[in-house]
Each structure stands twice: as C-alpha cells, then as structure tokens.
C-alpha cells in the first residue's frame, strides 16, 4: 500500500512564530498519527486522528499543538507559537484501510525552530 | 508504564557476518510489535508485524521473532545496503499508539 507524502521537507521558522505541517495521503485512509524525533532521541507519538476527530493525544500534545483535516484530503498540524525545543523530525503516519495495526510513515518535515 | 528496550546500540559487522538485534518489552496487553528501519533523514520504513509468542516472520535476510518478554531481529549474510538503525515499537492496550525503543543502528562493511 502507498504511503503519505509530507511538505514542507524542512522548514526554518523563528521562536514564536506559527507552523503549519502538511500530510497527504496517497489514498483514502481514516486512521492518521502525527509522531515527533528529535535529533538523537526515539520516536515519539504526539496524536491520533480517526475519522476527522483526535482519538488519542500524548502529554507532548499541548494547547500549543493541533491537527485538522480540513479539505477531507490533507491532514495538518499546527503548532501555534514554536519553542526551540519544538525542533525535531515531524512524521505523520497513516494506518491501514482494514485495522489500527500496522502504520506506514511518511518522509517527514524537519523543523528548525531558530 | 509500557517500555521498549533494544540492545545493543549500535553494531559494526563485516559483509557475511550474521547477528541479532534485540528487543524487550514492558507493556500491558501486547497488540502487536513492530520492526521498522530508518536511514538518516527519513521516516521509518516498515518492516514486520508480529503478534503472538512463538510467531517468525521473513524477509530476505532479516527474521524476526517474538517471545512473551522480547523480540529478535536476526540478520543472515548481511550487505552494506542492510546498514541502517532498526527500530522496534510495540502496540499495548486499548490504544493506537506506537511506543518505539531507541534503535539500534547497524553498520555493515564490505
């Protein structure tokens, strides 16, 4: 199965300021993730998203963050004021058509928070 | 808490030489556990899913199994292409979420 693609590739922002990242599915799927590496460091779930609803956020996933579908294609998160920590990979994973198991990453958008 | 745990680090094998990675896990009520690899800069590629103790899967070189408390990553004869860090995750519970160990990241000389 096709996996997701991601833009922007990288994206330098200043502290403060508001980023929006994009997934687009090849296909139409309903369950979406958004995980998180910084440099270094493991991978690390930030959200769920089914069928147009966040199903699960983790403690990452503050008043700072939010994802929304809002064309029923691309899938975004928004992080409204960026903090130098917020720097980091930014993957947005797609699961299958026929159950939450197995989930198919995208490139991911390495964020510069300056 | 649901914890994943990969050794060793980082390993240096030559072309031909067969090793294993390991994966131990601490979780609630197994899903699914996941390998994946990830070269630099990109997003983890998956690899295998495997549900129940006593379960293999195969691809090319790479087998993977599963125990109640670990999973290995058995690597046959292998290439540089193989060089990559291999990430393990493990499903728990009720929930979605992919809980990802911290990779071990193979390198593989000719």
């Known amino acids: 199965e096709p996996e997701v693609t991601q833009t922007p590739s990288h994206q330098v922002t200043q502290m403060g300021q508001e980023v929006i990242l994009r997934c687009v599915p090849i296909?139409?799927?309903?369950?979406f993730y958004w995980y998180r590496q910084i440099l270094g460091q493991k991978v690390e779930f930030l959200v769920s998203f089914y069928n147009n609803e966040i199903s699960e956020k983790s403690e990452i996933f503050d008043d700072q963050f939010s994802v929304e579908r809002p064309d029923g294609s691309n899938f975004t998160l928004k992080i409204r004021s960026t903090k130098l920590e917020d720097s980091a990979m930014y993957f947005c994973?797609?699961?299958?058509?026929?159950?939450?198991?197995?989930?198919?990453f995208g490139p991911g958008t390495r964020l510069t928070v300056l | 808490e649901d914890q994943v745990t990969q050794s060793p680090e980082a390993l240096r094998l030559q072309e031909g030489e067969s090793s294993s990675l390991n994966c131990s896990y601490t979780v609630s009520g197994l899903r699914g556990l996941f390998w994946y690899r990830q070269d630099p800069g990109k997003g983890p590629e998956f690899l295998f899913t495997?549900?129940?103790a006593g379960e293999e899967k195969e691809k090319e070189r790479l087998k993977a199994t599963l125990t109640k408390k670990e999973s290995f990553l058995h690597i046959t004869a292998p290439k540089p292409e193989d060089s990559a860090t291999y990430l393990c995750?493990?499903?728990?519970?009720?929930?979605?979420?992919?809980?990802f160990g911290t990779g071990t990241r193979l390198q593989v000389f000719p």
């Open positions: 495997l549900y129940s």
């Open positions: 994973a797609r699961g299958t058509t026929t159950g939450r198991r197995e989930q198919f």
């Open positions: 296909s139409n799927h309903l369950y």
């Open positions: 995750a493990v499903q728990a519970g009720n929930t979605d979420k992919l809980i």
